[in-house]
């Protein structure tokens, strides 16, 4: 069994519409995947099923081989980037960070030490006592990487997260982003309808249209069509 098994998912949020048409994806350790497609094609909600926000109308979702609905969103170790950063606005940079691992339990000096790693890492070393509204906006959206990735999760989920930034910031978050996956040897799913970010960043990218993946491939493979 992989890491991660989408077995035949569908999703109708009315009871009539599918929005997702029978998802089928298997998704080894330490890959990164991209969801790539137009507004609307069902994208999010493939994250928000795997994330534990909603549920599948029917089919399966595997993590490690077991089904996934059995553990509830915050017992699944997976970490979460939106757009729209989502940060804290009256808490620190820091306090933004130690927030995952004060909800799990750490102990205040591996807190510490965990915070003070996802603040290199994320090259935010010297901003760990200002609040967010204080940072530019790719120094927002790299404490929103770094509060994903700061528990140690074995999964994470982006969804457009450099769609506020513009062009020369984006480019250069996708480097970083890449290379904190690849450093962390972590799983990313992670949402784009922006088809130069998908070829860059991706291992495989899944195009979706309408609900159902029409194609599922390397940025190698796909280029070459
Ligand atoms: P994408 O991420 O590709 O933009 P979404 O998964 O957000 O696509 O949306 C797929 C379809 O499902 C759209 O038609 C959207 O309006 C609808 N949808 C998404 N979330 C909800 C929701 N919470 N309730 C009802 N409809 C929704
Ligand atoms: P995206 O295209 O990235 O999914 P949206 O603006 O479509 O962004 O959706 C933002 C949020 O609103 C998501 O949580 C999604 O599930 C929800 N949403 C999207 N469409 C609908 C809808 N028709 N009804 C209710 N909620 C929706």
Known sequence: ???????????????????????????????????????????????????????????????NGNPIKKLPPHKRGIGLVFQNYALFPHMTVEENLAFPLQVRNLSKSEIEKKVKRALDMVRLSDFGHRRPAHLSGGQQQRVAVARALVFEPELVLMDEPLGALDKNLREEMQYEIK????????????????????????????????????????????YER
């Open 179 to 222: 290379h904190i996956q690849e450093d962390l040897g972590v799983t990313m799913i992670y949402v784009t309808h922006d088809q130069s970010e998908a070829l860059t960043m991706s291992d495989r990218i899944a195009v979706f249209n309408d609900g159902v993946v029409q194609q599922l491939a390397t940025p190698e493979e796909l």
């Open 1 to 63: 069994m992989p890491f991660v098994r989408f077995d035949n998912v569908q999703k109708s949020y009315d009871g009539r519409t599918l929005v997702v048409k029978g998802f089928e994806m298997d998704i080894e350790q330490g890959e990164f995947i991209t969801l790539l497609g137009p507004s609307g094609s069902g994208k999010s909600t493939v994250l928000m099923m795997m994330a534990g926000f909603e549920q599948p109308t029917h089919g399966e979702i595997y993590l």
